[in-house]
């Protein structure tokens, strides 16, 4: 029996994940692991386009694994792995830059929007060739499916584009991958200003839900979310962002459809509203954090853990990694 091969990956930039990366990255995962050969890494040679501290980036590392187990990653079944732990990864891409064109790169609008603030002259070459490590993330997996947010589909198509190439002129060795574009649904806004998605970047704290943060503080924050003054309980994007935003959390967290949710809620206030969301988030969190802080608490295991995801991760990437070198003419 071989399932399609599945591969994803989260940065560790950030000491816990947010309601946002919960629901529109977890969760699905963990529906998905059923149906795949799935490869979930922490992708730390891309966190580090961006200053860290080493000391800080080695206990995100953990507690990301910790998280991704927590929150329902099976890593005797999914591979679970640290993508610096895998050597080809970043060999693979020094081959495949070599093969992207300058003003192909150039297009990635994620670089354009990283770099627009500070401008390119704070930006590294590392940043600039981010989209091409993901490339060889991917295509060292022989990936069917790749599930992203719509923010990584220009990568994932530069990714498709980088194996046509390579195929073409090497000949055969790379699979054509897909993305997975996640529902528009799945997309979490931050609670203070619900226009904006949540993200680890914004200003204020106070319209974020970490995973890590004790459940008295997560409920506050959501009774604290803003919404409008029409007082209806009703999904509407344009004219009701922030009560749209709680249905879709509080269907993501019990799995009841927004209809019924509204159908659940006619005729009462947004008090009772954001009560029953914040019980219903810091219900299903509250475990996954208990639980993380769990394995948190022995991080020798954890390590041991990630050493045997590596082993095997490495076998498959490895094994890519020659063929590319041996079609290049490079052994
Ligand atoms: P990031 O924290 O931006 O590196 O994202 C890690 C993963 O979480 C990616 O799969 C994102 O698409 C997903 N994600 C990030 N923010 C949100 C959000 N506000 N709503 C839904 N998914 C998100
Ligand atoms: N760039 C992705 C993000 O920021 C993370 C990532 C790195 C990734 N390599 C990957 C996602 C490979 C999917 C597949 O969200």
Not at 34 to 46: E, K, Q, R
Not at 68 to 86: F, K, M, N, T, W
Request: proline fraction near 5%; hydrophobic fraction near 40%.
């Amino acid at each position: 029996m071989t399932q399609p091969r599945l591969y994803s990956g989260i940065q560790p930039s950030s000491g816990s994940l947010h309601l946002g990366n919960y629901i529109g990255a977890l969760q699905q995962w963990r529906t998905m692991q059923g149906d795949f050969d799935a490869f979930f890494s922490i992708v730390d040679l891309h966190a580090i386009t961006a200053p860290q501290d080493p000391q800080v980036l080695r206990e995100q590392v953990r507690t990301l694994a910790a998280q991704y187990i927590a929150g329902g990653i099976d890593p005797e079944r999914s591979c679970l792995y640290v993508q610096s732990h895998v050597t080809a990864h970043a060999q693979l891409a020094w081959l495949l830059s070599t093969i992207t064109g300058f003003g192909e790169a150039s297009r990635m609008t994620q670089f354009k929007d990283k770099t627009a603030k500070g401008g390119q002259e704070s930006a590294s070459v590392g940043l600039f060739t981010y989209p091409i490590l993901m490339a060889a993330d991917i295509l060292l997996y022989d990936t069917d499916v790749v599930p992203v947010g719509d923010d990584q589909k220009q990568h994932v198509e530069l990714t498709r584009d980088l194996a046509e190439r390579f195929n073409k002129r090497f000949g055969s060795t790379f699979r054509q991958p897909k993305p997975v574009i996640r529902a528009e649904g799945a997309r979490i806004y931050d609670l203070q200003n619900p226009q904006s998605k949540m993200s680890k970047s914004a200003d204020n704290d106070k319209g974020i839900v970490w995973l890590l943060d004790e459940p008295a503080k997560t409920a506050k924050k959501i009774r604290s979310a803003v919404t409008d003054t029409e007082g209806s309980i009703r999904a509407d994007k344009v004219e009701k962002p922030g009560v749209t935003n709680l249905l879709g959390i509080m269907s993501a967290m019990t799995g009841t459809s927004v209809p019924d949710l509204e159908a659940h809620f006619e005729g009462q206030g947004y008090g009772v509203f954001k009560t029953e969301v914040a019980d219903a988030v810091v219900a299903e969190l509250a475990p996954v954090r208990e639980r993380t802080l769990e394995l948190l608490a022995d991080p020798a295991e954890l390590d041991r853990l990630l050493a045997a995801n590596a082993e095997r991760a490495a076998a498959v990437a490895d094994a890519t990694l020659r063929r590319a070198m041996e079609a290049m003419g490079l052994r």
